[in-house]
């Protein structure tokens, strides 16, 4: 038996004010997605920011249904938007802010299972990095250069055969 360990560099930050600029201006559009997130079952806001290799900015939000698995989180309305619409275009960064209408989230939330894995679809079919920056409502912003950072050990198409 060998024990492994894995290991990933996370930026941690004291506030969005001590981001680099273009990560503190993704942060804003993913501020200004969240904002109209439609979230009437959790109270819940996210909003996310994708910085595209040509320049563009795609957004997107949670999406809610009374049926509720129905619905969609931010990171995946705004990557499958991206990829809909550049299909051929690589992601560069994607920027997620998440608030509570319940109370002050003083810290970020990391993106779900699910968005994780749908963050590496993209990651591994482009063959480059997709850094990943959170925030919530006040304190701490959270920075991982990659998303296999945080899915280690993660199911891909080579599995497939
Ligand atoms: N949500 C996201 O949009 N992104 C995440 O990474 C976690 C959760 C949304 C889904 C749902 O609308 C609400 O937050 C509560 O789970």
């Not at 900015?57 to 619409?85: D, F, M, S, T, W």
């Not at 998440?98 to 970020?108: E, G, H, I």
Request: hydrophobic residues 40%; negative net charge; glycine residues 6%.
């Amino acid at each position: 038996m060998v024990k492994k360990n894995i290991a990933f560099e996370l930026l941690v930050y004291t506030s969005r004010e001590e981001l680099e600029r273009k990560d503190a201006e993704l942060m804003e559009v993913a501020i200004e997605a969240r904002k109209k997130a439609y979230s009437p079952y959790s109270n819940f806001e996210v909003g996310a920011a994708i910085l595209l290799g040509n320049g563009e900015v795609v957004q997107g939000n949670n999406q809610e249904n009374a049926c509720y698995p129905a619905g969609l989180c931010a990171e995946r309305v705004a990557i499958y938007y991206a990829a809909a619409k550049y299909p051929d275009v690589s992601i560069i960064s994607i920027a997620i802010s998440a608030t509570s209408r319940n109370y002050v989230m003083d810290r970020p939330a990391a993106p779900c299972g699910n968005c994780r894995q749908s963050i590496s679809e993209y990651e591994i079919k482009q063959q480059s990095p997709i850094s990943i920056i959170m925030t919530g409502e006040t304190g701490e912003v959270l920075k991982c250069h990659s998303v296999s950072d945080i899915l280690p050990l993660a199911f891909n198409s080579t599995f497939l055969g």
